[in-house]
């Protein structure tokens, strides 16, 4: 080879060591270049047909299920009638079958400065069959109403189940849009994992209680038919001295129950249940969580009852994220996580699904548990045994996409984007499941961003497989 060749061979040698050396300095994942509008979004006004009353005097509205008991073959009924209690019994049945159960329901009001609510009902069923379809009644003669609903199969190791993924909903123009673009998509989620701040009725003059009924009815189209399961954000808190109101959370756990006291949870804010071969844990971001409260005591035995054996997919779901890039919200999760992401890691959760940030965003699986006073440890690292955290905030509410995000883009963030959308978890078996985020102005098929999670405790650690579009 002659020797005019070898200062070309030289500057091609250091050309690639330069763009080596430009990857381990800019080694953030996928900013999406999607652009949408930047307008803030508008509610829906108080005449849309989403908010409309059911016909008849008294009748049921604002209908929604949540799972009833640890094991999933429970059913908690809720729905509100506006102007007397009226009938509390709820006539179930299941497909097929000739005659009914019949079942009572607690009936219970209560009041917020001027405004007093209509009578909540929440009725227990916990004696179903696994994986059957059941038909439910509620109300009396010309104006009683039918629902249904499937129940999981029974929780196993290779039991297939599809959750859908919402958070800070609202009830705007593009929260309508999230739920619709949930509803048609063909992954069809079999039950709702929600991520907290529901009707943002705390944005309204005076909390307008009003507006956790508009957004009942709302949500009532989906929320009838498949259980949700609620965390509570930080705009369900709803205190506000100023007016006397000064009970934490006091419209929503009148208004949402979940089944708390079936995993040993003294608080319906923090709970776990199985679903198929999922075991989910809600956490309380807005609660007590340092060491020796009930919360820190609960969860501490809540991850050694765990049997990946039977529901080998470990999940949590909390309203702050721990791990995000976005300017705002930035790092107000990291009191928990500091308490709490060594236990992530020791437990191997698979996902961790939050919202409260207003944008979407995917972490690589990282941990930073490395640190004490004497080593400085403080970093994000790559670790295989922690899981991905998800971010899912952008349900459509009234206080807009958050699009400030931290430059350059940290190593630890694999995908992230300012759009409006909903997730979906397919679990397929016991190692694999996918995970796909669709944003609302895409057709109903489309993903902007999926992942193959390979579970922690079955499969052995391998790079995860990613596809952005």
């Given at each position: 080879?002659?020797?005019?060749?070898?200062?070309?061979?030289?500057?091609?040698?250091?050309?690639?060591?330069?763009?080596?050396?430009?990857?381990?300095?800019?080694?953030?994942?996928i900013?999406?270049?999607?652009v949408?509008?930047?307008d803030?979004?508008?509610?829906?006004?108080?005449?849309?047909?989403?908010?409309?009353?059911?016909?008849?005097?008294?009748?049921?509205?604002?209908v929604?299920?949540?799972?009833?008991?640890h094991?999933?073959?429970?059913?908690?009924?809720?729905?509100?009638?506006p102007?007397?209690?009226?009938s509390?019994?709820?006539?179930?049945?299941?497909?097929?079958e000739?005659?009914?159960?019949?079942?009572?329901?607690?009936?219970?009001?209560?009041?917020?400065?001027?405004?007093?609510?209509?009578?909540i009902?929440?009725?227990?069923?916990?004696?179903?069959?696994?994986?059957?379809?059941?038909y439910y009644?509620?109300?009396?003669?010309?104006w009683?109403r039918?629902?249904?609903?499937?129940?999981?199969?029974?929780?196993g190791?290779?039991?297939?189940?599809?959750?859908?993924?919402?958070?800070?909903?609202?009830?705007?123009?593009?929260?309508?849009?999230?739920l619709s673009?949930?509803?048609?998509?063909?992954?069809?989620?079999?039950?709702?994992?929600?991520?907290?701040?529901?009707?943002y009725?705390?944005?309204?003059?005076l909390?307008?209680?009003?507006?956790?009924?508009?957004?009942?009815?709302?949500?009532?189209?989906?929320?009838?038919?498949?259980?949700?399961?609620?965390?509570?954000?930080?705009?369900?808190?709803?205190y506000?001295?100023d007016?006397?109101?000064?009970?934490?959370?006091?419209?929503?756990?009148n208004r949402?129950h979940?089944?708390y006291?079936?995993?040993?949870?003294?608080?319906p804010?923090?709970?776990?249940?199985k679903?198929?071969?999922?075991?989910?844990?809600?956490?309380?971001?807005?609660?007590?969580?340092?060491?020796y409260?009930?919360?820190?005591?609960?969860l501490?035995?809540?991850?050694?009852?765990?049997?990946?054996?039977?529901?080998?997919?470990?999940?949590?779901?909390?309203?702050?994220?721990?791990?995000?890039?976005?300017?705002?919200?930035?790092?107000?999760g990291?009191?928990?996580?500091v308490?709490?992401?060594?236990?992530?890691?020791?437990?191997?959760?698979?996902?961790?699904?939050?919202?409260?940030?207003?944008?979407?965003?995917?972490?690589?699986?990282?941990?930073?548990?490395?640190?004490?006073?004497?080593?400085?440890?403080?970093e994000?690292?790559?670790?295989?045994?922690?899981?991905?955290?998800?971010?899912?905030?952008?349900?459509?509410?009234?206080?807009g996409?958050?699009?400030?995000?931290?430059?350059?883009?940290?190593?630890?963030?694999?995908?992230?984007?300012?759009s409006?959308g909903?997730g979906?978890?397919?679990?397929k078996?016991?190692?694999?499941?996918?995970?796909s985020?669709?944003r609302?102005?895409?057709?109903?098929?489309?993903?902007?961003?999926?992942?193959?999670?390979?579970n922690?405790?079955?499969?052995?650690?391998?790079?995860?497989?990613?596809?952005?579009?």
């Amino acid at each position: 080879m002659s020797s005019r060749s070898d200062p070309t061979i030289m500057r091609v040698c250091f050309i690639i060591f330069l763009l080596g050396v430009l990857v381990e300095l800019c080694d953030g994942g996928i900013t999406s270049g999607y652009v949408r509008g930047s307008d803030l979004p508008d509610d829906m006004p108080l005449d849309s047909d989403v908010f409309k009353v059911p016909p008849g005097p008294n009748t049921p509205q604002q209908v929604h299920i949540t799972q009833g008991n640890h094991e999933g073959n429970g059913v908690i009924i809720s729905w509100v009638t506006p102007s007397t209690p009226g009938s509390n019994t709820v006539r179930y049945w299941y497909e097929n079958e000739k005659s009914k159960k019949h079942k009572e329901a607690t009936i219970n009001v209560y009041r917020f400065f001027n405004y007093t609510s209509g009578y909540i009902h929440h009725c227990l069923i916990d004696d179903l069959e696994f994986d059957m379809k059941y038909y439910y009644e509620i109300g009396s003669g010309k104006w009683e109403r039918r629902f249904w609903f499937v129940t999981p199969p029974k929780p196993g190791p290779d039991v297939p189940y599809t959750f859908g993924l919402i958070g800070d909903l609202g009830q705007t123009y593009d929260s309508n849009r999230t739920l619709s673009h949930y509803e048609m998509n063909p992954g069809k989620g079999e039950a709702v994992l929600f991520l907290g701040d529901l009707s943002y009725a705390d944005r309204y003059p005076l909390h307008d209680n009003n507006r956790w009924d508009t957004w009942g009815r709302f949500v009532e189209r989906s929320a009838a038919y498949q259980p949700w399961i609620w965390t509570a954000g930080n705009h369900e808190i709803d205190y506000v001295p100023d007016i006397g109101e000064t009970e934490p959370f006091k419209p929503y756990m009148n208004r949402y129950h979940t089944p708390y006291k079936a995993s040993g949870s003294i608080s319906p804010l923090w709970y776990s249940i199985k679903r198929a071969s999922a075991y989910i844990i809600v956490m309380s971001c807005y609660s007590s969580y340092g060491i020796y409260t009930p919360q820190y005591k609960w969860l501490e035995k809540e991850f050694q009852r765990v049997n990946r054996t039977e529901t080998p997919w470990l999940i949590v779901l909390v309203h702050c994220p721990f791990y995000h890039s976005y300017v705002h919200h930035y790092m107000e999760g990291e009191t928990m996580r500091v308490m709490y992401e060594q236990w992530f890691v020791k437990y191997k959760v698979d996902v961790v699904f939050a919202g409260h940030v207003h944008a979407y965003e995917r972490s690589e699986r990282v941990s930073n548990i490395a640190y004490n006073i004497v080593n400085g440890l403080c970093e994000p690292i790559s670790d295989e045994s922690a899981p991905v955290y998800i971010t899912i905030g952008d349900g459509g509410n009234s206080e807009g996409l958050l699009t400030d995000m931290m430059q350059p883009q940290p190593s630890y963030s694999a995908f992230r984007e300012p759009s409006f959308g909903h997730g979906l978890l397919d679990i397929k078996n016991r190692t694999h499941a996918f995970f796909s985020w669709n944003r609302n102005q895409d057709g109903y098929p489309v993903e902007a961003d999926s992942v193959w999670l390979l579970n922690r405790f079955w499969q052995a650690p391998k790079k995860t497989l990613v596809v952005a579009l």
